[in-house]
């Protein structure tokens, strides 16, 4: 007989790009309590230096997994992911999948043999992600192109509703000017959040790592039946950010409570 869980799915990023895999979790699990945690008095992640981000990931992640009394972590950042997987597992008492850029499933999708990287400039040219262009993409054109300036974008959208169309245009530019690109990996779960507003000159597949995380999830998980539901919950570094409870309330999560003060 499996042992009944008690806590939830607990899901962490910088800031509310963890949403996105929310949103594949909910589509695969329905019935897992899922709880959020953000470190959006750091964010973005993506512009600050390694040695400095290692131990800030494991400091927060460790605090919302004692709060949150989590079952699993779900690192729902290619920025942490990409550095800081092996320091996270060394670290908690819980299994913790990672999220890191689609570039498998993009190299077999793409029909010209071009395909871009969208990231934040850290995840664009970590070792890691050479290491998986190098295992499944050798094959094929990577261009890797850094768009910062759009997990600003994503954050402002769940804050406000509205977006400022040049940045977002400005961001993605880069990836038009090669003609034969046909097949845009979203290496950052910000990203996802601002398909709507994408508005590329061309039909381009749209690959990210939502469902690629929720099917690890639910292999990590196995056949789980929970004790008791507990409730939705949310944390943040940061947790009268404005903006940020009308954020979590559109993904279903309370008003986040303060975490690491
Ligand atoms: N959402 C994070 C990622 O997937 C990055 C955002 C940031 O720069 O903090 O990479």
């Not at 019935?31 to 993506?46: I, S």
């Not at 949150?68 to 950042?77: D, F, K």
């Not at 993409?137 to 400022?164: P, Y």
Request: hydrophobic residues 50%.
């Amino acid at each position: 007989m499996v042992p009944p869980l008690n806590g939830p799915v607990l899901i962490f990023d910088s800031g509310v790009g963890g949403l996105s895999v929310v949103r594949a979790l909910r589509e695969r699990l329905p019935d897992a309590p899922l709880a959020y945690a953000c470190d959006n008095a750091a964010l973005p992640y993506g512009t600050k230096e390694d040695g400095w981000l290692v131990a800030r990931i494991v400091m927060v992640c460790r605090a919302a997994v004692a709060a949150s009394g989590a079952e699993v972590l779900v690192v729902a950042c290619n920025t942490a992911s990409t550095l800081a997987l092996d320091a996270l597992r060394a670290a908690l008492p819980v299994p913790v999948v990672g999220t890191v850029p689609a570039i498998k499933p993009a190299a077999a999708l793409t029909a010209s043999g071009v395909i871009g990287l969208l990231a934040t400039s850290a995840t664009v040219c970590r070792p890691y992600t050479d290491r998986l262009i190098e295992d499944f993409a050798t094959h094929r054109t990577v261009v890797r192109v850094a768009g910062d300036a759009l997990v600003g974008q994503a954050e402002q959208l769940l804050a406000t509703g509205s977006v400022n169309a040049a940045v977002i245009e400005a961001a993605l530019a880069p990836l038009w000017r090669q003609p034969e690109l046909d097949t845009v990996v979203l290496g950052c779960t910000h990203f996802p959040l601002l398909r709507d507003h994408f508005r590329p000159p061309r039909a381009i597949t749209w690959v990210d790592s939502g469902a690629a995380i929720a099917r690890r999830v639910d292999q990590v998980l196995g056949t789980p039946h929970w004790a008791l539901t507990p409730p939705a919950m949310a944390w943040a570094t940061d947790a009268e950010r404005a903006g940020l409870v009308a954020a979590c309330r559109t993904f279903g999560f309370p008003p986040p409570l303060s975490l690491l003060t």
